[in-house]
């Protein structure tokens, strides 16, 4: 079965540093690209950072410069570094994984199960 997990999340001072990381299980062929988005209570799910499979990244503005994105295409993980973390970056993260090749099924779109991100003093 294939299928990404997550893990990393935790609670964190205003300030402080959290890493997230997304393995994918199962067989892979190829993918286009790997990402994290984030939800908090009562908004919508919104992109954070990707990376693709060559290499390239985008951040949405609101984490440029504190997060990271990372990650190893030929092991199917990706890894976000945040730093100088804000009470606004509370959220569940997911990762997602796009264009996903799989034997059998084609190409697929995999979710992650989220895992929380809590920001507070």
């Known amino acids: 079965q294939v299928q990404l997990v997550e893990s990393g999340g935790g609670s964190v001072q205003p300030g402080g540093s959290l890493r997230l990381s997304c393995a994918a299980s199962?067989?892979?062929?190829?993918?286009?690209?790997m990402a994290w988005y984030r939800q908090a209570p009562g908004n919508k799910r919104e992109l954070v950072a990707a990376?693709?499979?060559?290499?390239?990244?985008l951040y949405s503005d609101s984490v440029k410069g504190r997060f990271t994105i990372s990650g190893d295409s030929a092991r199917r993980m990706v890894f976000l570094e945040m730093n100088s973390l804000r009470p606004e970056d509370t959220a569940v993260y997911y990762c997602?994984?796009?264009?996903?090749?799989?034997?059998?099924?084609?190409?697929?779109?995999?979710w992650g199960q989220g895992t929380q991100v809590t920001v507070s003093s």
């Open positions: 997602n994984a796009d264009g996903v090749h799989v034997p059998a099924r084609g190409i697929i779109e995999l």
């Open positions: 199962g067989t892979i062929l190829s993918f286009y690209e």
């Open positions: 990376r693709s499979s060559g290499g390239s990244t």
